[in-house]
C-alpha cells in the first residue's frame, strides 16, 4: 500500500469514528462504503493482479465473484451485498415515504445507525481480507 493511499484509509477511517459519535451516521455509511469498496479493489489486486476499478460496491462484489476468488471470511461478500443494500435506502431514500415501513424520522435515523455501526464491521473485516490477499 502507497504511502498516500495508507493516508487517505487512516483518515477516513478517523473520521468515521468521530462522526459516529457525533451521530452523523449518514456520513459514517458514505465513507464505510469508499472504504469497504477501497479494500475489496485492493483485495482483487493482490488476488488477481487486476487493475483498481473504482466500481459501485455492488458491481465490485459480482466482478470478485467473477473471478472466483478464495476469501478468508466467507461470509463477507455476502455480507457487504447484504449492507449495501440497507446503505441504499439510508442514502437514497431517507426523505422518501415506504408503504408498509416505519417512516418516522426517528425509525430512520435508528436504521442509519445500524447500518453505519455495520458498516464500521465490514471496514474492518475487509481490511483484514485484504492484508491476508496481500502476504
Known sequence: MSFERGSLIRFAHARAKQAMKKGFCLEVIALCDSLIGDRLESTMVYSAGSERLFLPLGQLVHKIRKADLSFRDASLLSDCEAWSRQRNACMHEFAKLRNGYNNSWTAKLDHA???????????????????????
Open 113 to 135: 445507525k445500524q447500518t453505519a455501526t455495520g458498516g464500521l464491521e465490514l471496514v474492518k473485516r475487509s481490511s483484514l481480507e485484504a492484508k491476508w490477499h496481500k502476504l
